[in-house]
């Protein structure tokens, strides 16, 4: 098969036809300050620095298909975005410790009433106060309305060195961004004590976000070459879910975003962390080709590789201990085993397991990236 | 060196426990070392811990539980080799499955580990709720556990006790079971628990 430029490449796979090799495209933002000599702190301050580190990084390690983000993701404003507090380097933490979640409940039980009258975004704006990130109240809209500039300087950037970008934020599954805020805890109470408001309010939340990305999705594109390739869709805890909850409340808003996503030609990827190892089945039910999988090391990628094949595109998924504490020689036969298996017929990105950890051995990132690009045992299927 | 991994739903009493333990080890002389991946959830009873002289560590771990297995371990190597803990207590975030927190322990290469045990705790009170509205979650809470305490005893009422302690049995029935109350660890109950203590 004749060599494919990257962004065939990552055509090919995500619609499960034939590749020269899996495409790469590993999460990089927290482990390039540190491989380039830059503290956390800086890059949570600096959203340019944030950015020239990735490249910076991209260029050492001898580049691969597309940087998954066009710059860092935590900022001064730290996950107040989502309305929930965090601990930020530089702030509440040392200038070189990682970020860390701080699970409060910030959204109270009135507040489902404010979201269903007053709408998601209002609601996020609201409450942000209570949420205690360095950027003062007065600045949040300000910083937000900054932030998505600089994520479309930032893929100018990119593009102009001729490397497109992966992911952009694409609207966070409604009952994460409840769980996020009101706290797991709480969270599972209203499902169980209040479930109908509760779904009143993921319902307020997907009719809003789900437009408002797409609309974000198609500005980008507008300002840039090739915009974003995928909306990144995040999720971890709805697997913790009973399977009539997980549907009430978790995935049916999948599938409506999902459907959304593509009626407006967006190719939505599920960055689903912890293990979904008894849902993998569900997958089936989203277009054939036309939606990622993203796994994080937990959800057993092999055993999706065989529910999901010729269905859907996996990434992955290579651990965060073995990118830390392997050796190079550990993370190429995982590498090997990952494209021999998951990337057999196509339909295969590989990745790190989630965000390449901080402290990742540089020679282990450089096996994962070498081994990605030199081997690729499948052309005969073809 | 020994570890414990106490594992639980948020406000199951994880933090508690590891206090009341850290204590019981200490009065028999035990160098103690608690690894917390919670701050938000137990941001006062860390400084209480602090003031018990009860050595803390946070393990920072992003947004999820995706670095923690590799971090326990570079912390534990660390502990190793400059605070010598008889007992290590790792408490995990309890809004994150806990399956993966010890994946990465063959990486391990400080002084052997004696023992490696899991603990869950199981919140009498609530777990009626919690198992209806996530039963993946505490099943493998309890499917992982070597020992699974049923907690608050005092507090709940016989109904929720037994049910309790039947999904803990049905689920793991090799695992040790034990019940506590709200008010005090017994040391029995700490030794039975900690048995080389004893």
């Given at each position: 098969?004749?060599?494919?430029?990257?962004?065939?490449?990552?055509?090919?796979?995500?619609?499960?036809?034939?590749?020269?090799?899996?495409?790469?495209?590993?999460?990089?933002d927290?482990?390039?300050?540190?491989?380039?000599?830059?503290?956390?702190?800086h890059v949570v301050k600096d959203l340019d620095l944030a950015r020239d580190v990735m490249?910076?990084?991209?260029?050492?390690?001898?580049?691969?298909?597309?940087?998954?983000?066009p710059g860092g993701l935590v900022t001064d404003v730290?996950?107040?975005?989502?309305?929930?507090?965090?601990?930020?380097?530089?702030?509440?933490?040392?200038?070189?410790?990682?970020?860390?979640?701080?699970?409060?409940?910030?959204?109270?039980?009135?507040?489902?009433?404010?979201?269903?009258?007053?709408?998601?975004?209002?609601?996020?704006?609201?409450?942000?106060?209570?949420?205690?990130?360095?950027?003062?109240?007065?600045?949040?809209?300000?910083r937000?309305?900054e932030m998505?500039a600089q994520g479309?300087k930032d893929?100018?950037v990119?593009?102009?060195?001729?490397?497109?970008?992966?992911?952009?934020?694409?609207?966070?599954?409604?009952?994460?961004?409840?769980?996020?805020?009101?706290?797991?805890?709480?969270?599972?109470?209203?499902?169980?004590?209040?479930?109908?408001?509760?779904?009143?309010?993921?319902?307020?939340?997907?009719?809003?976000?789900?437009?408002?990305?797409?609309?974000?999705?198609?500005?980008?594109?507008?300002?840039?070459?090739?915009?974003?390739?995928?909306?990144?869709?995040?999720?971890?805890?709805?697997?913790?879910?009973?399977?009539?909850?997980?549907?009430?409340?978790?995935?049916?808003?999948?599938?409506?975003?999902?459907?959304?996503?593509?009626?407006?030609?967006?190719?939505?990827?599920?960055?689903?962390?912890?293990?979904?190892?008894?849902?993998?089945?569900?997958?089936?039910?989203?277009?054939?080709?036309?939606?990622?999988?993203?796994?994080?090391?937990?959800?057993?990628?092999?055993?999706?590789?065989?529910?999901?094949?010729?269905?859907?595109?996996?990434?992955?998924?290579?651990?965060?201990?073995?990118?830390?504490?392997?050796?190079?020689?550990?993370?190429?036969?995982?590498?090997?085993?990952?494209?021999?298996?998951?990337?057999?017929?196509?339909?295969?990105?590989?990745?790190?397991?989630?965000?390449?950890?901080?402290?990742?051995?540089?020679?282990?990132?450089?096996?994962?990236?070498?081994?990605?690009?030199?081997?690729?045992?499948?052309?005969?299927?073809? | 060196?020994?570890?414990?991994?106490?594992?639980?739903?948020?406000?199951?009493?994880?933090?508690?426990?590891?206090?009341?333990?850290?204590?019981?080890?200490?009065?028999?002389?035990?160098?103690?070392?608690?690894?917390?991946?919670?701050?938000?959830?137990?941001?006062?009873?860390?400084?209480?811990?602090?003031?018990?002289?009860?050595?803390?560590?946070?393990?920072?771990?992003?947004?999820?539980?995706?670095?923690?297995?590799?971090?326990?371990?570079?912390?534990?190597?660390?502990?190793?080799?400059?605070?010598?803990?008889?007992?290590?207590?790792?408490?995990?975030?309890?809004?994150?499955?806990?399956?993966?927190?010890?994946?990465?322990?063959?990486?391990?290469?400080?002084?052997?580990?004696?023992?490696?045990?899991?603990?869950?705790?199981?919140?009498?009170?609530?777990?009626?709720?919690?198992?209806?509205?996530?039963?993946?979650?505490?099943?493998?809470?309890?499917?992982?556990?070597?020992?699974?305490?049923?907690?608050?005893?005092?507090?709940?009422?016989?109904?929720?006790?037994?049910?309790?302690?039947?999904?803990?049995?049905?689920?793991?029935?090799?695992?040790?079971?034990?019940?506590?109350?709200?008010?005090?660890?017994?040391?029995?109950?700490?030794?039975?628990?900690?048995?080389?203590?004893?």
């Amino acid at each position: 098969m004749d060599e494919m430029n990257p962004r065939e490449r990552i055509d090919a796979a995500i619609t499960l036809q034939p590749v020269d090799r899996a495409p790469i495209i590993p999460l990089m933002d927290i482990v390039s300050p540190r491989l380039q000599g830059v503290k956390l702190a800086h890059v949570v301050k600096d959203l340019d620095l944030a950015r020239d580190v990735m490249i910076k990084t991209f260029e050492d390690l001898g580049g691969w298909d597309a940087t998954f983000f066009p710059g860092g993701l935590v900022t001064d404003v730290g996950w107040g975005i989502f309305a929930m507090a965090s601990k930020l380097p530089g702030y509440e933490l040392d200038e070189d410790d990682l970020w860390q979640l701080d699970e409060k409940e910030i959204m109270k039980v009135e507040d489902h009433d404010f979201i269903q009258k007053n709408g998601w975004n209002a609601y996020l704006a609201y409450a942000y106060p209570r949420v205690g990130a360095p950027c003062p109240p007065d600045r949040f809209i300000p910083r937000l309305i900054e932030m998505a500039a600089q994520g479309v300087k930032d893929t100018q950037v990119w593009e102009a060195k001729g490397i497109s970008v992966f992911a952009g934020l694409g609207p966070q599954p409604p009952f994460e961004a409840v769980s996020f805020t009101r706290s797991l805890k709480e969270t599972v109470g209203d499902v169980y004590r209040r479930p109908e408001v509760l779904e009143a309010t993921l319902d307020t939340i997907l009719a809003e976000t789900v437009p408002m990305s797409i609309g974000t999705f198609q500005d980008l594109k507008k300002a840039t070459q090739w915009g974003n390739r995928v909306a990144f869709l995040g999720a971890t805890r709805a697997p913790f879910l009973s399977p009539p909850n997980f549907e009430r409340f978790f995935w049916k808003y999948i599938k409506s975003a999902v459907n959304q996503l593509l009626e407006a030609g967006i190719t939505p990827m599920l960055h689903f962390d912890s293990n979904w190892d008894r849902y993998l089945e569900c997958f089936l039910e989203l277009p054939r080709a036309q939606v990622i999988l993203e796994l994080d090391g937990t959800t057993d990628i092999f055993k999706a590789k065989q529910v999901l094949k010729g269905h859907m595109c996996l990434m992955g998924d290579v651990p965060a201990s073995l990118l830390k504490l392997g050796a190079p020689e550990e993370v190429t036969a995982y590498v090997k085993k990952l494209i021999d298996v998951v990337g057999e017929g196509s339909g295969f990105i590989l990745s790190t397991g989630c965000d390449c950890p901080v402290d990742a051995k540089p020679e282990n990132v450089k096996a994962m990236i070498d081994t990605g690009k030199g081997y690729y045992p499948h052309h005969k299927v073809f | 060196m020994h570890l414990l991994l106490i594992t639980g739903f948020l406000g199951s009493g994880k933090t508690t426990l590891a206090t009341r333990l850290a204590k019981a080890a200490t009065a028999r002389w035990q160098r103690v070392a608690i690894l917390l991946n919670e701050i938000g959830e137990i941001g006062i009873d860390n400084q209480l811990m602090r003031q018990l002289d009860l050595n803390v560590w946070e393990l920072l771990g992003g947004c999820i539980c995706c670095t923690l297995s590799g971090d326990l371990v570079t912390t534990l190597q660390q502990l190793d080799a400059d605070y010598h803990p008889n007992l290590v207590l790792v408490e995990p975030s309890g809004a994150a499955d806990p399956s993966g927190v010890l994946k990465a322990l063959p990486y391990y290469r400080g002084a052997p580990l004696e023992s490696v045990r899991t603990l869950s705790i199981l919140d009498a009170l609530r777990l009626q709720l919690l198992y209806e509205v996530m039963t993946p979650l505490i099943t493998a809470h309890i499917q992982q556990a070597d020992l699974i305490l049923v907690s608050k005893c005092d507090l709940a009422s016989p109904d929720e006790i037994v049910f309790a302690r039947q999904i803990a049995q049905e689920i793991n029935p090799q695992a040790l079971l034990f019940d506590s109350d709200s008010q005090e660890l017994t040391p029995e109950l700490a030794y039975a628990m900690l048995p080389w203590l004893s």
